[in-house]
């Protein structure tokens, strides 16, 4: 093997790694929009039908803010550590 290819190899290897991480906020962070999103219209549904504003944003806080808090980076990370270990 040519210094080249491991070269090429730990270059792939470390880019890789960078490519992961700014895939995985990317896709957390549009998780974060979808969620906020259709909480958004889920309240704007709830005022056309004539629930008041104030009683409409408490009920979709609550759900909203539990996926929210969910798709935190440090909320995963301790996530993942709780998991069992074989």
Same mark, same amino acid.
Do not use: C
């Given at each position: 093997?040519? $210094?080249?290819?491991i070269? +090429? @190899?730990? &270059? !792939?290897? *470390?880019?890789?790694?960078?490519? *992961? @991480?700014?895939?995985?906020? &990317? !896709?957390?962070?549009? $998780?974060? =929009?979808?969620?906020?999103?259709?909480?958004? +219209? /889920?309240?704007?549904?709830?005022?056309?039908?004539? @629930?008041?504003?104030? @009683?409409? &944003?408490?009920?979709? +806080? +609550? /759900? =909203?803010?539990?996926?929210?808090?969910?798709?935190?980076?440090?909320?995963?990370?301790?996530?993942?550590?709780? *998991?069992?270990?074989?």
């Amino acid at each position: 093997m040519t $210094a080249r290819a491991i070269a +090429s @190899i730990v &270059w !792939t290897g *470390l880019t890789g790694g960078t490519k *992961l @991480i700014v895939k995985l906020l &990317w !896709t957390l962070n549009r $998780a974060k =929009a979808q969620v906020k999103k259709g909480a958004k +219209s /889920f309240r704007k549904e709830l005022v056309e039908y004539g @629930i008041p504003d104030d @009683i409409a &944003w408490n009920i979709t +806080s +609550s /759900f =909203a803010d539990p996926g929210i808090e969910m798709l935190k980076v440090q909320n995963l990370v301790k996530l993942v550590r709780e *998991l069992p270990h074989d």
